[in-house]
């Protein structure tokens, strides 16, 4: 059964020992609380780390309207899913100067002819959070609720360290999920033994 935000607000609840909700729109203190932090600490949360599970990528549509002074094009960044964070942007992967105005993207010297890539966090739905995520983010809105629900100095304190705590777990865990780029050390010693032959026919 997919996790939803209201199991993982409830969850939260559940570990500072109060009641958990069956909505955000909920009439008690819980449901008021949610209502009004949820969002945000979800938000900022994944701008924590680069998560895999949250990156996403998408080629920019380039705008008829340049820009009115300092850059050459400006680029249209998508709407959804919503961006929370811009990673870079690329043209032929190498990595461009930019700059964000309002929800454009503006560059030099790549215009029409240019394929141009923005690497992104983006609000990724609750179902898709992994264990490890998840974890973290409701150990991040227990030691909120410890503050506006039970009001408990020491319970905010402990769940705030744990929150910590996991959320290395969580990025250690999810930088596991690509490649490792490595040095490609075969192209560089095919060059060497071409180049110490063209040294032998040189002496010779």
Request: some cysteine; charged content about 25%.
């Amino acid at each position: 059964m997919a996790v939803t935000k209201v199991d993982i607000a409830a969850r939260a609840l559940v570990m500072i020992g109060a009641s958990p909700i069956s909505s955000f729109t909920d009439d008690s203190t819980e449901g008021l609380v949610t209502n009004n932090i949820y969002e945000e600490i979800v938000e900022a949360t994944l701008t924590r780390h680069r998560w895999r599970f949250a990156s996403g990528q998408k080629q920019l549509s380039l705008l008829t309207a340049t820009p009115v002074g300092r850059w050459e094009y400006a680029y249209q960044m998508p709407t959804d899913p919503l961006v929370l964070q811009i990673i870079t942007v690329s043209c032929n992967d190498s990595i461009l100067p930019y700059a964000r105005y309002e929800d454009k993207i503006y560059v030099d010297g790549y215009g029409s002819t240019s394929t141009v890539i923005m690497d992104y966090i983006f609000r990724q739905d609750e179902s898709k959070f992994p264990p490890y995520f998840r974890l973290a983010l409701e150990y991040k809105l227990a030691s909120i609720y410890a503050g506006a629900v039970a009001r408990d100095a020491g319970m905010i304190k402990q769940f705030d360290e744990l929150a910590e705590r996991q959320l290395l777990i969580a990025r250690n865990t999810d930088s596991q999920e690509t490649t490792s780029k490595q040095l490609a050390t075969n192209r560089f010693a095919e060059e060497r033994r071409s180049t110490r032959t063209s040294g032998f026919g040189l002496n010779g």
